[in-house]
Nanobody, 124 residues
């Protein structure tokens, strides 16, 4: 069993930065692929970025490549998402997710543990 708690969301102006964190409980955290998804009002949940249990194999949605960076610390049981050059269209609830597999994919079906989400709002 893994429990995930996100933090770091908030209101930021376009072009600004935010750093999201996800704290995980559970002894097997380091065995799991992790990812961030987001869901904007009226839209489906979409993959943002993910990485393997080792921290390698990073994947990014095209819309965030070059602006967002995912990382993990298996000693601290945390996953972070650094978001730079934020755009209005980045506004969404961001969810941290953990897989029961070591390799990340973009499909939400792979991820069996989810955080409660944290709101990110980008203003003009």
């Amino acid at each position: 069993q893994v429990q995930l708690v996100e933090s770091g969301g908030g209101l930021v102006q376009a072009g600004g930065s935010l750093r999201l964190s996800c704290a995980a409980s559970g002894r097997t955290f380091s065995s799991y692929a992790m990812a961030w998804f987001r869901q904007a009002p009226g839209k489906e949940r979409e993959f943002v970025t993910g990485l393997n249990w080792s921290g390698g194999g990073t994947k990014y949605a095209d819309s965030v490549k070059g602006r967002f960076t995912i990382s993990r610390d298996n000693f601290k049981n945390t996953v972070s998402l650094q978001m730079n050059s934020l755009k209005l269209e980045d506004t969404a609830v961001y969810y941290c997710a953990a897989s029961d597999r070591p390799t990340a994919t973009t499909s939400p079906m792979q991820y069996i543990y989810w955080g409660q989400g944290t709101q990110v709002t980008v203003s003009s």
